[in-house]
Protein backbone atom coordinates (compact mmCIF):
# COMPACT_ATOMS: atom_id res chain seq x y z
CA UNK A 1 0.00 0.00 0.00
CA UNK A 2 0.96 3.47 -0.71
CA UNK A 3 1.47 5.52 1.91
CA UNK A 4 3.11 8.69 3.26
CA UNK A 5 2.59 9.82 7.35
CA UNK A 6 3.29 13.27 8.20
CA UNK A 7 5.38 13.94 11.68
CA UNK A 8 6.88 17.23 13.33
CA UNK A 9 4.13 19.70 13.71
CA UNK A 10 3.34 21.27 16.85
CA UNK A 11 3.07 25.07 18.50
CA UNK A 12 6.13 26.94 18.03
CA UNK A 13 6.35 31.13 18.92
CA UNK A 14 6.44 33.64 15.31
CA UNK A 15 10.48 33.67 14.46
CA UNK A 16 10.94 30.01 15.34
CA UNK A 17 11.39 27.30 13.40
CA UNK A 18 10.43 23.63 12.89
CA UNK A 19 11.31 20.68 10.69
CA UNK A 20 8.45 18.47 9.27
CA UNK A 21 9.45 14.95 7.60
CA UNK A 22 7.36 12.65 5.58
CA UNK A 23 8.11 9.04 5.15
CA UNK A 24 7.39 7.05 2.45
CA UNK A 25 6.23 3.70 1.84
CA UNK A 26 4.73 1.77 -0.51
CA UNK A 27 6.60 2.63 -3.90
CA UNK A 28 10.23 3.37 -5.23
CA UNK A 29 10.12 6.77 -3.49
CA UNK A 30 13.31 7.96 -5.28
CA UNK A 31 11.31 7.62 -8.68
CA UNK A 32 8.98 10.50 -7.66
CA UNK A 33 9.12 14.17 -7.64
CA UNK A 34 7.48 15.05 -4.23
CA UNK A 35 5.44 18.11 -2.43
CA UNK A 36 4.45 20.11 0.55
CA UNK A 37 0.90 21.65 0.65
CA UNK A 38 -0.84 23.48 3.40
CA UNK A 39 -4.04 24.51 4.38
CA UNK A 40 -4.57 27.13 6.94
CA UNK A 41 -7.41 26.17 9.43
CA UNK A 42 -11.02 26.52 7.57
CA UNK A 43 -9.48 27.52 4.21
CA UNK A 44 -7.94 26.23 1.07
CA UNK A 45 -5.18 24.19 -0.20
CA UNK A 46 -1.59 26.26 -1.24
CA UNK A 47 0.89 23.94 -2.97
CA UNK A 48 4.14 25.23 -0.90
CA UNK A 49 6.87 23.31 -2.83
CA UNK A 50 8.80 20.71 -4.56
CA UNK A 51 11.72 18.87 -5.22
CA UNK A 52 12.57 16.36 -7.51
CA UNK A 53 13.95 12.98 -7.97
CA UNK A 54 17.36 13.00 -6.54
CA UNK A 55 16.84 16.65 -4.40
CA UNK A 56 18.92 18.80 -6.92
CA UNK A 57 15.63 20.89 -8.04
CA UNK A 58 13.66 22.68 -5.54
CA UNK A 59 10.98 25.10 -6.35
CA UNK A 60 8.90 27.40 -3.94
CA UNK A 61 6.03 29.41 -3.53
CA UNK A 62 6.51 33.03 -3.28
CA UNK A 63 5.39 33.09 0.45
CA UNK A 64 7.67 30.84 1.52
CA UNK A 65 10.59 31.63 -0.57
CA UNK A 66 13.80 32.46 1.50
CA UNK A 67 12.13 31.42 4.89
CA UNK A 68 11.58 27.41 4.17
CA UNK A 69 13.68 24.63 2.78
CA UNK A 70 12.74 21.60 1.13
CA UNK A 71 15.04 18.51 1.20
CA UNK A 72 14.93 13.98 0.85
CA UNK A 73 16.79 11.50 1.85
CA UNK A 74 16.03 8.54 -0.88
CA UNK A 75 18.11 6.10 1.08
CA UNK A 76 15.60 6.50 4.25
CA UNK A 77 12.60 7.05 1.82
CA UNK A 78 11.80 10.55 3.42
CA UNK A 79 10.76 14.13 2.53
CA UNK A 80 11.67 17.18 4.71
CA UNK A 81 10.37 20.27 5.01
CA UNK A 82 12.89 23.02 7.46
CA UNK A 83 10.54 25.94 8.06
CA UNK A 84 12.60 29.03 9.32
CA UNK A 85 10.97 32.66 10.77
CA UNK A 86 8.03 31.18 11.20
CA UNK A 87 4.81 33.80 10.58
CA UNK A 88 1.18 33.42 12.20
CA UNK A 89 0.22 33.28 8.87
CA UNK A 90 1.84 29.77 8.36
CA UNK A 91 -0.59 28.04 10.54
CA UNK A 92 -1.82 25.15 8.73
CA UNK A 93 -1.82 21.46 8.34
CA UNK A 94 0.93 20.61 6.27
CA UNK A 95 0.65 17.92 3.75
CA UNK A 96 3.61 16.04 2.11
CA UNK A 97 1.98 14.54 -1.85
CA UNK A 98 3.65 12.75 -3.99
CA UNK A 99 3.59 13.53 -7.99
CA UNK A 100 0.97 10.29 -9.35
CA UNK A 101 3.07 9.55 -12.57
CA UNK A 102 7.45 9.47 -12.00
CA UNK A 103 7.63 9.87 -16.13
CA UNK A 104 4.92 12.69 -16.93
CA UNK A 105 5.94 16.72 -16.81
CA UNK A 106 2.46 17.63 -15.79
CA UNK A 107 1.38 15.62 -12.34
CA UNK A 108 -1.05 16.10 -9.81
CA UNK A 109 -0.99 14.95 -6.47
CA UNK A 110 -1.51 11.57 -5.04
CA UNK A 111 -1.47 10.10 -2.94
CA UNK A 112 -1.40 12.39 -0.21
CA UNK A 113 -0.43 11.90 3.78
CA UNK A 114 -2.48 12.59 6.71
CA UNK A 115 -1.44 16.05 7.12
CA UNK A 116 0.31 17.59 10.45
CA UNK A 117 -0.80 20.48 12.17
CA UNK A 118 1.75 23.34 12.94
CA UNK A 119 0.51 26.47 14.67
CA UNK A 120 2.76 29.36 15.12
CA UNK A 121 1.44 31.79 17.97
CA UNK A 122 2.78 33.38 21.03
CA UNK B 1 0.50 32.88 -11.74
CA UNK B 2 -3.27 31.17 -12.96
CA UNK B 3 -6.15 31.40 -10.79
CA UNK B 4 -8.67 29.27 -10.19
CA UNK B 5 -12.18 30.68 -9.41
CA UNK B 6 -14.42 28.24 -8.25
CA UNK B 7 -18.11 28.48 -8.00
CA UNK B 8 -20.33 28.29 -5.74
CA UNK B 9 -18.46 28.14 -2.50
CA UNK B 10 -21.19 26.73 -0.73
CA UNK B 11 -23.53 24.42 -2.30
CA UNK B 12 -26.83 22.81 -0.42
CA UNK B 13 -28.51 20.14 -1.60
CA UNK B 14 -30.62 16.60 -0.98
CA UNK B 15 -29.41 12.90 -2.03
CA UNK B 16 -30.41 12.40 -5.46
CA UNK B 17 -29.97 15.86 -6.78
CA UNK B 18 -28.00 16.42 -9.76
CA UNK B 19 -24.64 18.70 -8.63
CA UNK B 20 -22.79 20.81 -10.65
CA UNK B 21 -19.40 22.43 -9.65
CA UNK B 22 -17.51 25.13 -11.85
CA UNK B 23 -13.69 26.14 -12.00
CA UNK B 24 -12.85 28.51 -14.37
CA UNK B 25 -8.96 29.22 -15.04
CA UNK B 26 -7.56 32.82 -15.32
CA UNK B 27 -5.85 31.31 -18.40
CA UNK B 28 -5.62 28.17 -20.81
CA UNK B 29 -4.49 25.25 -19.41
CA UNK B 30 -5.28 22.85 -21.52
CA UNK B 31 -6.82 19.68 -19.78
CA UNK B 32 -4.79 19.65 -17.09
CA UNK B 33 -7.42 19.80 -14.59
CA UNK B 34 -7.75 17.51 -11.43
CA UNK B 35 -10.62 17.33 -9.14
CA UNK B 36 -10.08 16.32 -5.51
CA UNK B 37 -12.78 15.72 -2.57
CA UNK B 38 -12.33 16.57 0.63
CA UNK B 39 -13.58 15.12 4.02
CA UNK B 40 -13.36 16.67 7.72
CA UNK B 41 -9.88 16.22 8.92
CA UNK B 42 -9.19 14.16 6.28
CA UNK B 43 -6.70 14.81 3.04
CA UNK B 44 -7.80 14.96 -0.40
CA UNK B 45 -8.74 12.34 -2.74
CA UNK B 46 -8.64 12.45 -6.57
CA UNK B 47 -11.80 12.10 -8.18
CA UNK B 48 -11.30 13.02 -12.02
CA UNK B 49 -7.90 13.97 -13.87
CA UNK B 50 -7.03 15.22 -17.00
CA UNK B 51 -10.05 17.24 -16.68
CA UNK B 52 -12.62 14.03 -17.71
CA UNK B 53 -10.67 11.12 -16.84
CA UNK B 54 -12.68 9.03 -13.22
CA UNK B 55 -10.39 7.59 -10.99
CA UNK B 56 -9.98 3.85 -10.41
CA UNK B 57 -12.89 2.96 -7.65
CA UNK B 58 -14.20 6.39 -8.14
CA UNK B 59 -18.92 6.01 -8.73
CA UNK B 60 -19.50 6.62 -11.92
CA UNK B 61 -22.19 9.27 -11.22
CA UNK B 62 -18.94 11.78 -10.71
CA UNK B 63 -17.86 13.45 -14.20
CA UNK B 64 -15.58 15.93 -15.57
CA UNK B 65 -15.90 18.34 -18.85
CA UNK B 66 -14.23 21.46 -20.06
CA UNK B 67 -15.31 24.11 -22.49
CA UNK B 68 -12.34 26.60 -23.04
CA UNK B 69 -11.13 27.57 -19.82
CA UNK B 70 -14.32 26.34 -18.19
CA UNK B 71 -14.34 22.98 -16.37
CA UNK B 72 -17.11 21.08 -14.52
CA UNK B 73 -17.62 18.28 -12.15
CA UNK B 74 -20.70 16.93 -11.91
CA UNK B 75 -22.49 14.28 -9.40
CA UNK B 76 -25.40 12.93 -11.63
CA UNK B 77 -26.77 11.67 -8.21
CA UNK B 78 -25.89 13.03 -4.92
CA UNK B 79 -25.32 9.89 -2.09
CA UNK B 80 -24.92 10.75 1.27
CA UNK B 81 -21.24 9.82 0.93
CA UNK B 82 -20.78 12.91 -1.52
CA UNK B 83 -21.26 15.65 1.21
CA UNK B 84 -17.81 16.86 1.61
CA UNK B 85 -15.50 19.63 -0.24
CA UNK B 86 -14.49 19.52 -3.22
CA UNK B 87 -11.64 21.46 -4.84
CA UNK B 88 -9.99 21.78 -8.27
CA UNK B 89 -6.88 22.27 -9.32
CA UNK B 90 -4.82 23.33 -12.20
CA UNK B 91 -1.20 21.22 -13.06
CA UNK B 92 -0.20 22.86 -16.33
CA UNK B 93 2.10 25.38 -14.77
CA UNK B 94 4.12 26.60 -11.88
CA UNK B 95 2.94 27.14 -9.24
CA UNK B 96 0.40 24.41 -9.04
CA UNK B 97 -2.83 26.37 -7.75
CA UNK B 98 -6.70 25.66 -6.33
CA UNK B 99 -9.91 26.69 -6.35
CA UNK B 100 -11.27 28.03 -3.50
CA UNK B 101 -13.25 25.11 -2.63
CA UNK B 102 -16.71 24.40 -2.76
CA UNK B 103 -18.52 22.77 0.16
CA UNK B 104 -21.67 20.69 -0.40
CA UNK B 105 -24.35 20.27 2.79
CA UNK B 106 -27.01 18.58 2.82
CA UNK B 107 -30.57 20.83 2.39
Same mark, same amino acid.
Do not use: A
Given at each position: EVQLVESGGGLVQPGGSLRLSCAASGFIFSSHWMHWVRQAPGKGLVWVSRINRDGTTTTYADSVKGRFAISRDNAKNALYLQMNSLRVEDTAVYYCAR??????VNNWFDPWGQGTLVTVSS | DIQMTQSPSTLSASVGDRVTITCRASQSISSWLVWYQQKPGKAPKVLINKASILESGVPSRFSGSESGTEFTLTISSLQPDDFATYYCQQ &? @? @? &?PLTFGGGTKVEIK
Open positions: DRHPTS | &Y @S @S &Y
